[in-house]
């Protein structure tokens, strides 16, 4: 059988002929400007890609929009709100600082790429200026930008993401609590999961540890 595998970039060269679309050059900049500004302040939502010694990670990260703020065209301030403790990505940014940043606004079909490197900070004046509910992110990740551009929304359109009538219920869906269950039940060194335990107590719980 023939092998189909692209291994160069001459390979792909031949398979995308076409010339980059000047649009596509131009809307890449080193910066935050007002435009794009505009879009992170709107966007509630951002997947957070991270290099480690264990390879690459995205996490996800959310809160209401404008959580990410603008310290200065060229900086990010970026709460890191209480999770799971796994980690991955701070102790990814300790390893390689180099990030990306992928910004999903609801309803907008344009997402927001920005690329950069990440310092973590525990200056408390800093932290004090993300607190929600009372509470303090545990630290602050600060973004030096380096790229900033939009992608445009063939993506979004394709996925019907922002549609309601594509939402699925989700009780279509493997919950939480079945997916851990059918993960644990085959691990003989993993006490089994009572998933329908964990299913029920797990909306107060999200409810309790937003902040």
Known sequence: MPDHTLTSLDDLAAL????????????????VDANYGALIAA??????????????????RG????????????????????GNNRLDSLKNILFDNRIGMLFLIPGYGE?????????????????????????????????????????????????????????LDKRSLPSAGQILRAITEKNDKLETFDGEAYDKALPERVKATLY
């Open 16 to 31: 995308y002929p076409n010339p980059i679309a000047p649009a596509s050059v131009a809307k890449e900049i080193d910066h």
């Open 43 to 60: 966007s509630p939502f951002f997947v957070l890609a991270t290099n480690g010694p264990d390879g690459l990670d995205c996490s996800p």
């Open 63 to 82: 809160d209401m929009p404008g959580f990410v703020r603008l310290r200065d065209a060229k900086t990010l301030l970026i709460p890191d709100r209480r």
């Open 111 to 167: 997402t927001l790429r920005v690329n950069g490197t990440a310092t973590l900070s525990t200056d408390p004046e800093l932290c004090a200026g993300f607190a929600m509910a009372g509470k303090l992110p545990a630290c602050v990740i600060v973004v030096a930008v380096e790229s900033a551009y939009f992608q445009c929304s063939r993506a979004v359109v394709r996925a019907d993401l922002w549609n309601p009538a594509a939402q």
